[in-house]
Every structure is written in C-alpha cells, then in structure tokens.
T-cell receptor
Framework: DAGVIQSPRHEVTEMGQEVTLRCKPISGHNSLFWYRQTMMRGLELLIYFNNNVPIDDSGMPEDRFSAKMPNASFSTLKIQPSEPRDSAVYFC????????????FGQGTRLTVV | KQEVTQIPAALSVPEGENLVLNCSFTDSAIYNLQWFRQDPGKGLTSLLLIQSSQREQTSGRLNASLDKSSGRSTLYIAASQSGDSATYLCAVRSDTDKLIFGTGTRLQVFP
C-alpha cells in the first residue's frame, strides 16, 4: 500500500480564497483524522471520522473550516474563506477502527495564506 | 481532558550516547501509546506502538516503556547516531478514540 496520500503537498493562496485539502487513507482503514501543526501549538486534532461518519469535530477552529468523507477512500478539509493565521501544515492520518490500532500519517500539506 | 507533555523539549548529544526521552500523560485511561519520529518538513513516521496491557516494545536500537498507572512512557535510544536527529513525538489514544500528541522533543545528535 502507498500509505496515506495527501494532496497538494504545498498550497499558496491569497486571503479570502477557498482552499481544499485532500486525503486518501490506507485501503481498509476506517478511521481518519485531520490534524494541524504549527510551531506555536504543535499538533492539534481538528476532526476525526469513523466509518465515514464525523465523530468529533470539536477541534475545528471556526465555521470557516469544514470536512467531509463521502466514501471510505477519500476525505476533504475545506477552508472558506482562508486567512493568514490558517497557515500551517495539515496532516491526515488513518487507522483501523479500534482503540488498540496504530495510526499512519500522510506527508502533509503545507498551506500558506498570504 | 487528556494532556500529554514531553521532556526535554530539546536535546543535543554526541554520537554514541544512550539517551532517554520522556512522555507523561494526565489521564491513565489510555488504550495505547505511540511514538513517532518527524524529520524537518516531513510527515510523521510511526516508531513503536505500546498497547495499554504491555510494559514495553522494542525495535532495533529503540525501546519504549509504558507505566500506565503513573502516566509515563520513555523512549530509550541506544548508541545514538547522527541519523537519529529528528523530532520525537508521543501520542496517546484514549476511550474517545482520539490520538492526542505531546509537544515533542527535538533531538540533535552531532558527530
């Protein structure tokens, strides 16, 4: 398996524009997590899905952020409108459902909002 | 609310030294603990996974221990090499199924 695949790897956008980040989890995994990493706050959990259903979105910072998982092999994180303070590295991770399972991370999307 | 802390925040050692990285968590009701490595500008690579029923796990020069009752885990790196230089992160998985990360230890191993 190619692992967790995220796209794009880098995104530079202007303030106010819509940004969509994409994630393909490892085949067969049924839990998916979105994280944001910044120097100031480290790794923050934004939202996670089990079997394509959002379970906890309490980490989503504002209504400008939304995430979807239309099927088991694809998820998106959307920011609309984007702001400079959204600049960060966004990671997607997946695992098998179950509390004892190992999580695997994608390479991340580095977002810069100017 | 689960909080995960890692000490030290940064560490610089010469090659060949054995070293210990520490991870502590406030809620002992965890299901597992995972250690990751992150190289600059890269993603997270899973190093070791310890289930709550286990005391330790080993992979090559790495050994991770878990004391759930005291809320602590340590990552032991034997005979450190310059290639070990990276940021090391621990994360705990609790009954909410969330994976909560520590702040990381930035390790520099110099020749």
């Amino acid at each position: 398996d190619a692992g967790v695949i995220q796209s794009p790897r880098h995104e530079v956008t202007e303030m106010g524009q819509e940004v969509t980040l994409r994630c393909k989890p490892i085949s067969g995994h049924n839990s998916l997590f979105w994280y944001r990493q910044t120097m100031m706050r480290g790794l923050e959990l934004l939202i996670y899905f089990n079997n394509n259903v959002p379970i906890d979105d309490s980490g989503m910072p504002e209504d400008r952020f939304s995430a979807k998982m239309p099927n088991a092999s694809f998820s998106t994180l959307k920011i609309q409108p984007s702001e400079p303070r959204d600049s960060a590295v966004y990671f997607c991770a997946s695992s098998l459902l179950g509390f004892g399972t190992e999580a695997f991370f994608g390479q991340g999307t580095r977002l810069t909002v100017v | 609310k689960q909080e995960v802390t890692q000490i030290p925040a940064a560490l610089s050692v010469p090659e060949g030294e054995n070293l210990v990285l520490n991870c502590s968590f406030t809620d002992s009701a965890i299901y597992n603990l995972q250690w990751f490595r992150q190289d600059p500008g890269k993603g997270l690579t899973s190093l070791l996974l310890i289930q709550s029923s286990q005391r330790e796990q080993t992979s090559g020069r790495l050994n991770a221990s878990l004391d759930k009752s005291s809320g602590r885990s340590t990552l032991y790196i034997a005979a450190s090499q310059s290639g070990d230089s990276a940021t090391y992160l621990c994360a705990v998985r609790s009954d909410t199924d969330k994976l909560i990360f520590g702040t990381g230890t930035r390790l520099q191993v110099f020749p």
